[in-house]
């Protein structure tokens, strides 16, 4: 998932983070350079869509839109983490 809109510096990722964590959600978030924040994120499908679902509510002020394009897990991730 890409949020755009104010998204960087009002505790996006720390938010997302702790959504993850809460419903056993892997995968990481990360500040992008052009002022984007990208999610991956790997769950069973009903877990991430209330992941997701948390998340824009939570931050729903600061999304101005978003792009989510699925894909098959990889199975990489062992637990969720902010990247820098």
Known sequence: MLYSGRVQGVGFRFTAESMAHQKGVVGYVKNLSDGRVEVMAE???????????????????YISSKDVEYSGATGEFSGFEIRF
Do not use: P, Q, T
Request: proline share 0%; aromatic share 10%; glycine share 6%.
């Open 43 to 61: 769950a069973e499908e009903a877990v991430l869509g209330e992941f997701l679902n948390k998340i824009e509510e939570r931050m729903k002020y």
